[in-house]
Structure formats: C-alpha cells, structure tokens
C-alpha cells in the first residue's frame, strides 16, 4: 500500500502517541521511539513501526515530530539525531519548554544542517486523541508550508506565527489561560456542590450559559465523577509547564496575578499525591479544603 511518506514521532506518551495513532491512519508510514517499552509496545499494535533509539528515527525519517516529557530529554534527543550524522532532517517541537531550551536545541540542529520549527500544541491529550487541537508553528515559512499537510493529519488547524519563538510564546498565554480556567472550574463545581446542588445539574448548567469554557466542557465531567485517573494533562508535567509561564513572566516583568493565586491549588494536589492524576483533580484538593462530603449518587 502506498503512503504519503515517512514520519518519525520521538515521544509516544499521551501526545505524541495520538499524533503517531493519527498519521498512521491517514497513510503515513510511522517510525516510533519512546524510553519506556510499554508505550513502544502499545504503539506497535496501532501499525507504527517502533525502534529502540531517536537515532534510528532520524535514519529513515526526513521528518520528526518530537513530544517529550523535560528539557533533558530534548537535548538527548537533539544530540542522538546530530550524531547520526544524516542529511537534513525537519523537526518539528511540540512540546512546552522554556524558550532557552527550544532556541539551544534549535541552533544544535542547524549547526548540523537539521531545520527546527517551534510547534507547541494548544488542547489536551483528550482533545489530541480527536485531532481536536491547534499547533502554534514558527519559524521557516517555507518549512512550515511543507509540513502542513502532516500537521493537517494530526490537527485541526496551524497557524504560522511568524518568528521562531513566537509559537512557544503564544504557548504560555494559552496555557496561562487554562491554568486558571482549571481552577476557576473546580471552585464553580465545589461551591455547587457544597451548597447541596447535584455536581452533574452543575455541570449541566454552566454549560448552557455565559461562565461555560472549553476548560470547564473538557475538565468538569471529571469532576463531577471525582474520578482523574484518565489523565489528559498529569499533574506531574503541568508543574514543568506552570514553572515555565512563572518564569516567562518574570522574565517580562509582566504581572500575573490571578496565574499566581493557582499555583498553591496545583502544589497541594501535587502534595497529596496526585502527580499522575489528571489537573482536573484539584478539585480534590478544594473539595478537602471545603470539608466537602459528597452524597452517594445512585446506581454508584
């Protein structure tokens, strides 16, 4: 069967697992890597051809999506594909680093004659898994115009931004924004339900009127379960993704006070052991902090 060409996906976890997933499925041939054999195996079975480091991506793949978990794994991988020594190669970042990082691994790539383009993902891993996401590329025009196409597999709209940089920066107000939009969710459900109202009538409502958010629609259904295990976000990477705002920010000068009133929600739900839960679970953390006891629903 023929297929559109060859792509590489260095990441298989809750992002860059739907993005392989996706491209499989429109006719690319897929060449996975991720460090943890369970995700490589997962993979497997969803037709991307998995193998056991980025350099052998790199060999056969002229473009990479990377989606990785730190900044330390960037740089390994930035470093395996430049050792490998191979003809140009594309890549594409998707993932949520400060613009040090990015702008490091993006002049170690071209000092190797690779392209880098600046690619952050706005949505959620829920949303990723529908294609329901947007992706903030930057960098060279002509490069992103080559990949829209790809992107297009995996996506439901790219928006070039210009300068690399500019898509990370764009990154960090959208995230700044479901930060506290998060929050906000979880105190609207837990002063509903503290007040005696049925968390689903809650949820219901909102959504029909003018305080609904994509936030709320994506995070709320959690909450009125008060189930998290499903993580679209863990709470364990949003902490690498607040610290980076915090730090942009600062960096600015820029004041962010309401991003600031989130952050010790977020610690005590980390705190409490809730790192591999997902955000919505700071909730949990509010619901204690309001001696909340929820009534027994029925049929559960």
Same mark, same amino acid.
């Given at each position: 069967?023929? &297929? ?9 976890? !809750? ?19 991720? !460090? ?25 793949? +002229? ?5 990785? +978990?730190? +900044? ?8 395996? %594909? ?7 190669? $594309? !890549?594409?970042?998707?993932?949520? =680093? ?34 329901? !996401?947007? %992706? ?12 829209? +196409? ?13 300068? =690399? ?24 459900? $837990? ?23 994509? $936030? =709320? ?19 364990? %990477? ?26 010790? $929600? ?12 997902? &955000? ?21």
């Amino acid at each position: 069967m023929a &297929t559109k060409g060859t792509v590489g996906v260095i990441g298989l976890g !809750i992002m860059g697992g739907a993005f392989a997933q996706h491209l499989a499925a429109a006719g690319w041939r897929v060449v996975g890597f991720d !460090i943890d054999a369970k995700r490589r195996r997962a993979l497997a079975k969803a037709c991307v051809l998995t193998v056991d480091d980025a350099a052998a991506v790199a060999a056969v793949s +002229p473009v990479i999506i990377t989606s990785l +978990p730190n +900044p330390r794994a960037l740089h390994d991988t930035v470093k395996a %594909i430049v050792a490998a020594k191979h003809p140009e190669r $594309v !890549i594409i970042e998707a993932s949520t =680093f400060t613009l040090d990082d990015k702008l490091k691994a993006e002049r170690a790539l071209a000092k190797a004659g690779h392209m880098m383009l600046d690619c952050p993902v706005s949505g959620t891993g829920s949303q990723a898994r529908t294609k329901d !996401i947007i %992706i903030y590329a930057s960098g060279d025009p002509k490069t992103i115009r080559q990949v829209r +196409p790809l992107l297009a597999d995996i996506s439901r709209a790219t928006h070039d931004l210009g300068a =690399f940089g500019n898509g990370s920066r764009m990154k960090y107000v959208a995230n700044l924004l479901v930060a506290i939009n998060n929050v906000a969710a979880a105190e609207a459900m $837990v002063l509903g339900m503290k007040s005696g109202l049925d968390p689903q009538v809650v949820h219901d409502m909102v959504t029909a009127g003018a305080g609904n958010s994509r $936030v =709320f629609e994506l995070r709320a259904p959690m909450m009125v379960k008060g189930r998290y295990d499903d993580a679209t976000m863990k709470l364990s %990477i949003w902490q690498k993704d607040m610290a980076v705002i915090g730090d942009f920010a600062r960096k600015l000068g820029c004041p962010v006070p309401l991003f600031a009133a989130t952050k010790p $929600v977020y610690s005590a739900a980390l705190a409490s052991g809730l790192g591999a839960q997902d &955000t919505a679970a700071v909730c949990a953390v509010l619901e204690k902090k309001a001696r909340l006891r929820r009534k027994k629903r029925r049929g559960g």
